[in-house]
């Protein structure tokens, strides 16, 4: 699939890092760095720029090593972008370690994947068919 991307960034594209990943990973594009404080919350941005076909969205995910090993993560994961958005990606980036962390220009951020999603069309029923499962909630399945 091929997706057009503007770069305003001096950082490569986003690239799998290996032939069976999903996701690739983005990069922050700033100026000077930033510092994250614990419990601080900020919007980094990438200088990417994409256009997605319709059909498709891209999800802004965190990256597993940065948020063991550093308490970072991505806020709303997963962020979503849609098919007709033009603006920059950015990432809203938390730390929820009890540690400032410093977030340099060029650092692996997050990642995204691109995925397909249907649009749903609703038909208002008076009635659901029934299920084993019916109305059980958080927990339910598996429990005798």
């Given at each position: 699939m091929e997706v057009k991307i503007?770069?305003?960034s001096q950082n490569e594209l986003?690239?799998?890092?290996?032939?069976?990943?999903?996701?690739?990973d983005l990069r922050a594009n700033l100026t000077e760095p930033v510092v994250?404080?614990?419990l601080e919350r900020k919007l980094i941005p990438t200088g990417l720029f994409?256009?997605?076909p319709v059909?498709?969205?891209?999800?802004i995910r965190?990256?597993?090593?940065?948020?063991?090993?550093k308490g970072i993560t991505v806020l709303n994961s997963p962020g979503t972008i849609d098919a007709d958005?033009?603006?920059e990606i950015c990432v809203i980036l938390i730390n929820l370690s009890g540690e400032d962390f410093v977030i340099e220009n060029g650092e692996r951020i997050c990642q995204m994947v691109v995925a397909s999603h249907?649009?749903?069309e609703w038909q208002l029923v008076e009635k659901l068919e029934e299920t084993k499962r019916g109305e059980g909630g958080f927990g339910h399945t598996g429990k005798k």
């Open positions: 503007v770069n305003k986003p690239a799998y890092s290996t032939v069976h990943s999903a996701g690739m994250l404080k614990p994409i256009e997605l059909g498709y969205e891209a999800q965190p990256r597993s090593g940065l948020a063991l090993k958005y033009r603006g249907e649009t749903v």
